[in-house]
C-alpha cells in the first residue's frame, strides 16, 4: 500500500525531519535498496530484526526496509536502560540489528558479540548499489499472515512479553482509522511516539499509507509539551497523538490556542479524563478530539469515541469496537455479565490477538 502511494504521487513530501525533507520517492528508494541488502543477509519472513536508533529520517527507512525484506522488526529504543534492551535481545533473539551511534551505545558491546550489525549512519553504506525497485513479496513468499513487528510490553504484570503482530491485523486498524478520520495528502502528522510503543506504528504508516507528510520530533520532544507546540505551528501540523498525562501539560502550555492547524487530536494508552476533555474542547474547539482503547495484543486500539462539540458528561468512555472486531464482557464462567457488573473484556477478530482486562459498563 505504501507503494501504491509512491507510483501515485513520487514527489510529494513523506517526511521532515529538522532541515530535512525526504519525497515518496526518494524514501521508498532508499528502504528498496536497504531492504536489498536485508534479504541479502538472508532475512525471511517472520523473522525479528532489531533496530536501535534515534528518531531520524534512518529509523523510518530502516522500519520500511525490515517490512519489505519480509521481516518483523523488533523496536529497541535507545533511551532504556541498557539492561532492558538485553532483555529483550535475549528473549526474542534476532540474528540482526539495524543501528546508528545511540543504538551501539544503548547495547553496549556485549549485546552485539552474536549479531550481525548494519550500522545505517555510515557514510557509505553497503547497500548504497543495491536494486532501487520494490522487493517481489511473492518471490520472498510473504503474505498477510507474516509478523509485521514485535513489540514488548511494560512487564508491569510479570516479565515483559513480546507481542506478535500480522500484517493483517496492522492492516485492519489502519484501513479502519482511514475511514473513521480520513486523511488526505494535505495533511500533517506529528510522529512522537517511542517506536517501543505501538501506536508509534499508526503515526508511520497511517501518514505514508495515504499520502500525507510525516513531521519527526526530536528524540526527546516528546517529554516537551512547549517544543511540541512550537513543532505543530511551525509545521501547520494537522495530527498528533497524546497519552492524557502528557495531554495535560500540552493543554497547560502558553501557546497551545495557537495551535489552529490541528483538526485531530487523538488519545490513547491511558484514562482519559472528562475535565480534560472539557478542557479541549474549550481551548481548541476547532480539533477534533478521539478517545481510543486496546492492547498492544490486538494491533493497538480496539475501540473508539469522538467527543462532541457539545460533551458535558462525567465519564469519557472508551467507545464502540472499530471495524472486524468483536467485544464482549464475560465473568468467569465464560457468560455475558449483566449491565452494571464487572467483567473480563474479551476482544476477537482481525486484530489476531486476545487479551483481558477488567472494566465496568
Not at 11 to 26: Q, T
Not at 83 to 110: M, Y
Not at 247 to 276: I, N, W, Y
Request: glycine letters at 8%.
Amino acid at each position: 500500500m505504501f507503494e501504491q502511494q509512491v507510483r501515485r504521487a513520487p514527489e510529494a513530501v513523506a517526511l521532515v525531519h529538522e532541515d530535512e525533507e525526504l519525497s515518496y520517492g526518494e524514501l521508498n528508494a532508499r528502504a528498496n535498496r536497504l531492504a536489498h541488502h536485508l534479504i541479502a543477509l538472508g532475512v525471511r519472513p517472520d523473522q525479528p530484526v532489531a533496530i536501535c536508533l534515534e528518531r531520524s529520517p534512518a529509523m523510518v527507512v530502516g522500519l520500511l526496509a525490515i517490512l519489505k525484506a519480509g521481516g518483523a522488526y523488533l523496536p529497541l529504543d535507545p533511551a532504556y536502560p541498557s539492561a532492558r534492551l538485553r532483555q529483550i535481545v535475549e528473549d526474542a533473539a534476532p540474528r540482526r540489528l539495524l543501528c546508528d551511534a545511540a543504538g551501539r551505545a544503548a547495547l553496549g558491546p556485549e549485546a552485539l558479540v552474536d549479531l550481525t550489525v548494519v550500522d545505517l549512519e555510515t557514510a557509505t553504506p553497503a547497500w548504497a548499489d543495491q536494486s532501487a525497485d520494490d522487493p517481489d513479496p511473492r518471490a520472498l513468499g510473504l503474505s498477510p499472515r507474516h509478523l509485521a513487528y514485535v513489540i514488548y510490553t511494560s512487564g508491569s504484570t510479570g516479565t515483559p512479553k513480546g507481542v506478535m503482530v500480522e500484517h493483517r491485523a496492522i492492516l485492519n486498524r489502519l484501513i479502519w482509522m482511514q475511514k473513521a478520520y480520513a486523511l488526505n495528502a494535505t495533511d500533517v502528522v506529528l510522529q512522537k511516539t517511542p517506536f517501543g510503543f505501538d501506536v508509534s506504528a499508526w503515526e508511520f504508516f497511517w501518514t505514508l499509507l495515504e499520502g500525507a507528510t510525516l513531521v519527526l520530533a526530536p528524540p526527546a520532544a516528546h517529554k516537551d509539551p512547549d517544543a511540541l507546540v512550537n513543532l505543530i505551528i511551525s509545521h501547520r501540523i494537522t495530527t498528533a497523538h497524546f497519552v492524557p498525562s502528557m495531554l495535560v501539560s500540552f493543554m497547560e502550555a502558553k501557546s497551545v490556542d495557537r495551535c489552529t492547524s490541528l483538526q485531530r487530536l487523538v488519545c490513547s494508552g491511558e484514562a482519559l479524563a472528562a475535565s480534560l476533555a472539557h478542557k479541549v474542547r474549550r481551548v481548541l474547539p476547532w480539533t477534533g478530539l478521539h478517545n481510543l482503547y486496546g492492547p498492544t495484543e490486538a494491533a493497538i486500539d480496539v475501540t473508539a469515541w469522538n467527543c462532541p462539540a457539545d460533551f458535558d458528561g462525567s465519564v469519557v468512555p472508551i467507545g464502540r469496537p472499530i471495524a472486524n472486531t468483536r467485544l464482549y464482557l464475560l465473568d468467569g464462567h465464560g457468560a455475558p455479565v449483566p449491565f452494571g457488573a464487572v467483567g473480563e473484556l474479551y476482544i476477537g477478530g482481525a486484530g489476531g490477538r486476545v487479551a483481558t482486562s477488567t472494566v465496568r459498563i
